[in-house]
Structure formats: C-alpha cells, structure tokens
C-alpha cells in the first residue's frame, strides 16, 4: 500500500455515499489508479470511498464533540426538539421554516443509536414474514453520527434525512432514519455508488469476448433476418450463398432512416409533457428529462395516418428490410465512434462505472460515458426510448400490410393482429410509465457505448419485430381456443410485469404510502428497505417473470414449425437471466446480510421452484 492517510485495518468513520451520514468502517484495500478505499461497514456491505468521505475515528469524535459544544451553547436551556414527528409533520415543518432557523438545525449534529429491527424467520416461506415494515430502517448496530451542513444538505438534491420513532416499538427509545422527499423528483434513492464497483472482473467475458460480441451480434441479426424471411426458416437451410454487400444497401433507404431519426428527435425535444430530474450524478447533481413519450407516439401515429392516406406504401419497410437493418448497422457505428470520441472530453463525474476499464475495445462496447448530452438532448434516454421503441411498433405495422398484400387477405390474420397488438400494449406501457425508465440500470449505471446503441437501434426494432415478419411469408391458423389462451397468457404476463414493476416503484418514492402498509420488508443497513411480501416474496424477480409469460404469448402465435419466432423469447430469459445475476452481485454488495435475508425468504430468482 503506498504512502495514504489510511492504512489496511484502521477503523475509521466511511460517509455513506450520496448522504451525511457516517458509519465505523474498517480499510480493506487502497487502489492508487483510482485512488479509492475499499471499506467494509459492520453488516458486512464493501464500498469504495474517496479519501474525503473518511475520517479518522477521533477526528471525528473531536468534531462532534466541538458542534455539540457549540450547538448547546447557542441556545442554553433549549429543549432538544423532539425527533418523533410523523413525516407528513416533518415536511410541513420545513417548508414553512425561515432560513436562519433551518441553518441552525441544519448543524445540529444528531447521535442515533440504531438497532437491528428483527425479522422472524420460521422458514423459507414468506408468510412466516411475521414483521411489519412501514418505513425505511436501518439494521446496521452501528453508532451513526449525521453532521450536515448547509452546503451538504443541497447536494442531496431534494432528498433529506428525517428521523421518527418506529411506530411498532413500544419502548420508544429507537430512531429510524427516513429519507423524505419534497420535490418532485426521482431522487429519493442514493446516486450509484459508481466508484463502489470493483473493475476487476469485466463482464461479457472483457476484451475477447465483447471483441466477438461486437462482430457476432450484428452479423447474427443479419442471419436471423435472412432465415426469418425465407420460405424454409428451418436453421438447416441456411443459404449457403450470402447477399452481395450491394444488396444491402439503399441510399434512399439510408435517407428514410436518418429522417426517422431526425422526426423523433424533433418530437423529443417538443416542450409538452413534464421535465422530470433523474438519479443524483456522482456529483450530487441532477439531470432534467422532457418526458414526452406518450405524446411522441400520438404524434407518430397521426404522421403515420397522413402517410396511408396520402397511399404511402408501408410494406416498402417488408421489402427493404435487411437495407433497413444495414443502414441501421451504420449509424450505431458512426454514433458509437462519436460517443467514444466525445468521452475523452468528459469529466470523472460523467463516467460509467462499468465503462472505464482502460481498454479500448472494452470501453467502446460498454460506452464511456453515462449520460451523453448536447445541451438538453440526452442521447442515451433518446436512443433508449424512442427511434427503436417506436420504429418496432411502426414495422410491425408494416409486417401487417405486408401480410396482406402479399397474401391478397382482405383482414390482418388473427396471429398477425395478435402479435400487433400485444407488442402495441407493451410498447405504450413503457411510454406511459417513461419516467420510471430513469431508474433503471441501464439509465443510472450503464454507459452509452456500442452494445447499448446497437441494441436500442438496430437490435430492438429488426429482432423484436421478428414474429410479425415471420408471419407475412408464414401464415399460421388459430383457433378459437388458441385465441383465448394466448390473450390470457399475455393478460397474466402482464400483470405480473405492471404491478411488480408498479409496487417496487411506489414503494421507492414513498415507503410509506397507505396503499403500501400491507406490504411485509426487510430493513437494510443503507435505510430502504426490500419488500418481501406479494409478488416480490414469490420470486426474486417477478417483473422479469412477467415479462418472459408474455414473451411466450408474442411467439406462440406463429406456431411451431420453426424455432425462428422463438428468437425474442430466447434472447428475453437469456438477457434477463443474466441482467438478474448482475443484479443480485450488486444488491449483495450494497444490502450485505440484508440481501442474503431476503433471499433466504425468497428463494426462487425468477421463476416459481426453480432456484
Ligand atoms: N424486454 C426487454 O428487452 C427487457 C425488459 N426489461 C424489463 O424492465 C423492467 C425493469 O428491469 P430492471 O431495470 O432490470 O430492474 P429491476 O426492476 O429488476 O430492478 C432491480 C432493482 O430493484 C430493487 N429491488 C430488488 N428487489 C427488491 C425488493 N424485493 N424490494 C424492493 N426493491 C427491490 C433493487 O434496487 P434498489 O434497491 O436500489 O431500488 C434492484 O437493484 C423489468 O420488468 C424487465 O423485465 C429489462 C431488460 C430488457
Ligand atoms: C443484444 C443487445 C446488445 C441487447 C441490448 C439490450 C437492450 C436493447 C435492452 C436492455 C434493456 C432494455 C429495456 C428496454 C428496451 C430494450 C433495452 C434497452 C425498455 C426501455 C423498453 C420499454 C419497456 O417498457 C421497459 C422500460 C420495461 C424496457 C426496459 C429495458
């Protein structure tokens, strides 16, 4: 270890990131490249702190005795102010507060004694869950001491830290922590804790595997287009002869492409629909989005009905698919080499965690940068939401009047409008719920790079839209029966995925929401809690079980002559599989023994019985 403040073993006081709160952490590791320490708090949770968020233990106990000191004698024979108040009181409180008082408050320094809050487990099954979990509790035995500042407390973007007695305590003694939000704002979570992930192991097998990654994906897209619009899509009878590269690309094509994206780009910067503000950035700030989705597709859909009436031929897109796809190929590599151009001017506080390994290749596919923007055009929130999202559902279309021109039906097939229409629902789900997207791994964690860009432009909308392709040169016949239990299928899935995507959500913003009180927790030591009741204590993941039910229900339509339609659904339990290990590492390493609690209680990752 080089010369540092901190040597390995010392127990020192570690800020929690993205709060003031500081808890007794003991020094793991040094890494001089990116100057961190790695930390170990007393529930078992390893971060990685910047050299500013430690204190040495008497520093720190020196410091608090000094503003207490200072805090008594500015008002002798103050009463200390109670800290039970309910949150609805706290909120009310401090918005009708003078600022003079609130600076005072502000440097009160608060010790909290915080006890673990038991969780009884009988068994493995939930039900024995006999703790009620109201709010967020921390159940780290550790002393923590909240020194805030005025400066501190602005940096936390809208989220602030309440202390109330837990409701079901008799003894009245213990405090809890409650972060409580005024604005409206998606801030009530921690920023990333970006610097807390190690860059020891890469992902996708580091630079060899995403060096096959980035020549294997687009060319297999390519092969599945190409099986998918044969006669014979059996795997098999793969041609043996590829397209001429002349084959595949269309200047006037490429035109459409680039108007497409231009007219949603447009679209996304229109100033209707709410600016909402993201996760806090590693520097404690936030960014605005325009969520405008919805509105965008309406207005896609008007443009798209002026166009049929002006008889714009839309199975054009059926007949020029692969020049479609290629053209797409190209943008997500022009976009990718300019992406990674402009991250060299980035600073730290813009970078990906997961995207700045320092090799080349590695850095190219995973994106450099987290949130690439010119002026208030997010690039990323852009390419993630709408040219793909949008372009799926207006292919699909395409698929459909392809179907029946090329098959002289006067009616979509009933296989044809299922497929339409449980993707449409899908799609303007996602629309409506937009704003939820900006929690989402892919917004708060991951970097804009190849991999994200080929798969929001070129791989969304060409493999998603792979049934309805397949069914304008392969027809199949549904009955009756077939019809219900497809409907019902999707209608299940997708309760499943709204509603556990919904209560997790509802409960992030507001722990303490009425709606939610039924709801059994487990408290953990960064004070949110993990729900372990409903749909999250019958599996881990029941968004992603959802998700794959209706996933089943978009490929069953086409039959089961081929495995070609199956596509999506092998791709969703491949990626949700994989995003769900990625998922627990991090929930393990930010819960500690909350996380392996948790999945004590719920044993099941994704699906019903299977581990
Ligand atoms: N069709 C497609 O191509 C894809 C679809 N999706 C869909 O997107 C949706 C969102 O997925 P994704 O972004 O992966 O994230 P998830 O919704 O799975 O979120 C995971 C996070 O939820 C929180 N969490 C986990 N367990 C609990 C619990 N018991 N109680 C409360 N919070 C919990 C944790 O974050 P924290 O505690 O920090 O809040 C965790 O990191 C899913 O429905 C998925 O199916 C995703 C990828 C691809
Ligand atoms: C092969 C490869 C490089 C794949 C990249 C995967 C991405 C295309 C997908 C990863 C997660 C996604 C999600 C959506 C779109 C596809 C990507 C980006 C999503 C935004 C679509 C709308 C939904 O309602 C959603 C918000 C649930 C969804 C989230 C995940």
Redo the contacts with the bound molecule.
Sequence with gaps: MPTTRFQIGDTVMGRWPGSNLYYEVKVLSYDSKTRLYTVIYKDGTELELKESDITSLTIFKQGVARSRSRSRSRSPGRPRRSRSRSPARTSRRSSSRTTDVRKEKLKEVLEIRLTPVPVTHENNSNSKHEKKEENNTANADSTITEVKTEMESENQAGGRYNLRRRKDQGDGKTVELEQKTETETLSQ??PPAASAIKMTDLEFGGRVGVFFLMFLLPVAVLALLILCGQKDASLQSFPLELPALQSLWDSQVFGIVLLWLLFQAVLSLLPVGKLTEGMPLKNGKTLKYRINGFYALLLTAVAVGVALHQEVDLSYIHAHFLQFYTSALLIVTLLSIYLFIRSRWASKDELAPGGNSGYFIYDFFMGRELNPRIKNFDIKFFCEMRPGLMGWVLINFAMLQAEMKNQNLENPSPAMLLVNIFQLL?VVDGFWHEEKLL????IVYDGFGFMLTFGDLAF?PFT?TCQAYYLVSHPNELSVFWIITLITMNGVGYYI?RK??SQ?FA??KNPSDPALSHLK??PTATG?????SGL??WV??P??L???VM?LAWSLPCGFNHLIPYFYLI??IT??VH??AR?ER??RR??GSAWDE?CKA?PYRIFPGIY
Excluded: E, P
């Design positions: 979570t921690k899908w929690t989402m791994m892919d969304v998603f995925f556990a995507n997790k409960f992030r927790t487990i949110k809690s993990l729900i372990v999250w204590g881990r993941h968004n992603y959802g998700d794959i996933g791709y969703l990626l949700l995003r769900n998922d991090q929930c930010k819960y948790y719920v």
